[in-house]
């Protein structure tokens, strides 16, 4: 009955999970601090992302609905700390632009496009399927960012 008297519903304390992973999420990758090299730091984030992933593959899946909850239908994370995630990427990016490493464009607009590669990538391993080729991680998700940030870079013309 604590449960519910705290947080009203089982629904909530799903919602509730999931925020605390996103919280976690933005710890984890804070962790990683930054250098002068701001693709490196895009990179050492986005190994940050992933192995959080890995270390908290169900958590995960509950912070993006991959999980099932059944009849547990609250109204997800809170989106004001699950939108700190994305800004934490959005910020790196934007740090690149005006550190010159990637052109200048809408940071925002960058970032999600990161996070997408990297996010499907990484539910992707999560749920097996990446293993259709050997070594995926070295095959598949590094080879997919270099190439996404290769193309967001200033020509070297």
Do not use: C, K
């Not at 959005?90 to 005006?98: I, N």
């Amino acid at each position: 009955m604590a449960v519910y008297t705290h947080f009203g519903a089982m629904s909530a304390v799903v919602d509730e999970v999931a925020t605390e992973g996103f919280r976690r999420l933005i710890a984890h990758v804070d962790a990683v601090g930054r250098s002068d090299d701001t693709l490196a730091d895009l990179r050492a984030s986005a190994a940050a992302y992933r192995e959080n992933a890995l270390e908290n593959r169900h958590l995960f899946g509950v912070m993006f609905g991959a999980v099932g909850r059944g009849d547990l239908h609250g109204s997800g994370p809170n989106p004001e700390v699950a939108l700190a995630a994305f800004d934490q990427i959005a910020g790196l990016v934007e740090r690149a632009m005006t550190a010159g490493t990637l052109l200048p464009d809408d940071p925002r607009q960058v970032a999600a496009q990161f996070w997408s590669a990297l996010h499907g990538y990484v539910m992707l391993e999560l749920s097996g399927v990446v293993r259709i080729v050997d070594d995926p991680e070295h095959a598949v998700l590094w080879p997919m960012l270099t190439h996404l940030l290769r193309g967001l870079a200033p020509s070297s013309d």
